[in-house]
């Protein structure tokens, strides 16, 4: 196992972040993939700001790709909060655009480790709780989720690459959509 493995494993496990709801998961884990890779090249002092600027590119495409995800299965799921869910999701950006990338746009280490952390604590304050809020309605609802993923699947709604499945695989299990 790579250290980046290793990283994703122990970041996954010890913030308990596993919501049984695969699309959502797979988007997670990848989550803390990106994390992880960005890590790594912070702690390589001889990357370089290409590298460093790639990857802040990758965690910016997987915001939008995920918030978008989430919004819509929240929306098929009739979830009565949606709007104040994706509030939060605005402000997530909003914090990202302003308070971050135009703050260090010039300085790719320092805005990559200040995204990092925020990255980091994201997962532990709003993955962790206000997203396992929605998990709880989907079991409350007993609430066919599989079958709205495969819809979306089918829509061509979400598409996932054989690296995410590959970490799905490697630390959650069997893929099951």
Do not use: C
């Amino acid at each position: 196992m790579s250290s980046i493995e290793e990283n994703v494993q122990n970041i996954w496990n010890s913030n308990q972040l596993l919501l049984g709801v695969p699309l959502i998961d797979i988007q997670h884990l990848w989550l803390i993939v990106i994390i992880s890779q960005l890590n790594h090249l912070l702690e390589e002092s001889v990357s370089e700001n290409f590298e460093l600027d790639n990857q802040i590119g990758a965690v910016l495409n997987y915001i939008d790709v995920h918030f978008k995800t989430e919004e819509e299965i929240l929306k098929k799921l009739n979830y009565p909060v949606l709007a104040v869910h994706a509030s939060q999701h605005q402000e997530f950006v909003r914090h990202i655009n302003q308070d971050l990338i135009a703050e260090h746009i010039l300085d790719p280490r320092s805005l990559a480790k200040l995204m990092r952390d925020f990255l980091l604590k994201w997962l532990s304050s709003h993955i962790n709780v206000e997203d396992k809020e929605y998990n709880y309605f989907i079991k409350g609802k007993n609430l066919d989720i599989h079958q709205i993923s495969l819809e979306l699947i089918k829509e061509k709604s979400i598409e996932f690459s054989e690296d995410q499945i590959y970490f799905y695989k490697k630390i959650i299990g069997d893929w099951i959509i």
